[in-house]
């Protein structure tokens, strides 16, 4: 198969879909690779490291998308990319669509067959592409946040682990998942008081068992949330709906409430946010202020240790790229329900329940797509 690989256009977003490494892997199964001049200068790689890796580079993002069958990157495409894409196309990257009618709409109007890292599944139910990125962003939400409480950057002046006489800052993580974990780690690491909010008892005890007793841990009722968030210096917004839109936990009269200069991150923005306050920002400009708190809501975060997150996400693409190379998406997707589940738009039918339910538009189900022969 014919694998293609665009340079990222969204606004700071210096991932790559593929590293050498993977584009090796896929030229060593017999697959062929292109990839746009310039794409890996984001993680350190030069067009010679691709060539290395037996790739061939192409000028722009036009002769990727002109000749590529499965067209593999990062970041949701943008309008410009969206008007490449062609009937028969795979589409392999992260889409995040239920907040998003335009893309959506444009991935429909294509023809593509648009499959998204996000809803793909593994036997435990979890959202193993998705993992490393949420990794990554709850690591770097306490990192960003620490860095808006200095008063210079419109935060309260808090150093989050204190000083000998000076009590800690207080952390508070609204949901107990992977970006909550990990975003509990980096808390707990700096010294500061953490509490984490989660509406399911199971994962309040595992997270029991991984803290032993470092770190508070609450259901998250309404009140729960509220109080824990009048009450933080920081506040990390780590929900998650698979392929659906974020649930809003605070509102803005909450948000008003709030401690002057306390700062809020919102790790869900890509899937709408979880504040009511809550807009997308980029690296250039991350945060913004309501009502005296600081927001910071970049919608790639990993997008900013793009070496670190190239890495970890192609690790966890890698077999699946592999696989829709080998047996084409059809074959893939009916061989594969974990695959499966990561299919949300294909010739005009939109295949994923969140996404449709949280846009109203009509659904198809993956399996009424999946009869006949040939690797789609």
């Known amino acids: 198969m014919r694998i293609g690989v665009a340079k990222e256009i969204k606004p ?15 030229v060593r199964h017999g697959h062929e690779v292109l990839v746009q001049a310039g794409t890996g200068a984001g993680i350190g790689c030069d067009d010679e490291a691709y060539r290395a890796a037996g790739a061939r580079i192409v000028a722009d993002a036009a002769a990727v998308f002109g000749e590529a069958e499965l067209v593999v990157k990062v970041k949701e495409p943008q309008p410009a990319e969206i008007a490449l894409l062609k009937r028969g196309q795979v589409l ?19 023809g593509c067959t648009a499959i998204a890292y996000e809803t793909i599944t593994d036997a435990q139910g979890r959202l193993p592409l998705l993992a490393p990125m949420s990794e990554v962003a709850g690591r770097m939400a306490v990192q960003v946040g620490a860095v808006a409480l200095q008063r210079p950057n419109g935060g309260r002046g808090v150093l989050l682990g204190g000083v000998p006489g000076v009590a800690p800052g207080r952390v508070a993580i609204l949901g107990g998942g992977v970006v909550g974990t990990e975003a509990a780690k980096m808390a707990v690491g700096l010294g500061a008081e953490v509490t984490v909010l989660d509406r399911s008892l199971p994962r309040l005890r595992e997270l029991d068992d991984l803290f032993r007793g470092r770190v508070k841990l609450v259901f998250a009722s309404a009140l729960e949330v509220e109080q824990a968030a009048l009450a933080a210096d920081l506040v990390v917004g780590a929900v998650l709906v698979p392929g659906a839109a974020a649930p809003k936990l605070l509102t803005r009269a909450q948000v008003a409430r709030m401690l002057p200069g306390a700062v809020l991150v ?29 927001h910071y809501c970049v919608a790639n975060m990993p997008g900013g240790v793009p070496r670190t997150s190239t890495w970890a996400l192609n690790n966890a693409t890698l077999p699946f790229t592999l696989q829709l190379a080998a047996k084409g998406w059809r074959r893939a997707c009916r061989d594969d329900a974990h695959l499966r589940a990561g299919l949300n738009v294909h010739e005009g039918h939109l295949t994923h329940a969140a996404v449709a339910a949280s846009l109203g538009l009509p659904l198809t189900a993956p ?3 999946l009869a006949g022969e040939g690797g789609g």
């Open 367 to 369: 399996e009424d797509l």
């Open 92 to 110: 392999f990257t992260y889409l995040h669509l239920a907040p998003d009618r335009a893309q959506t709409e444009g991935l429909l109007a294509s």
């Open 12 to 26: 700071q977003e210096n991932r790559a879909g593929l590293t050498p490494g993977a584009a090796h892997e896929l």
């Open 266 to 294: 919102d790790v869900a923005i890509d899937q709408g946010g979880c504040f009511e306050t809550s807009r997308p920002t980029t690296h250039a400009a991350p945060t913004y202020v309501v009502d005296g708190v600081v």
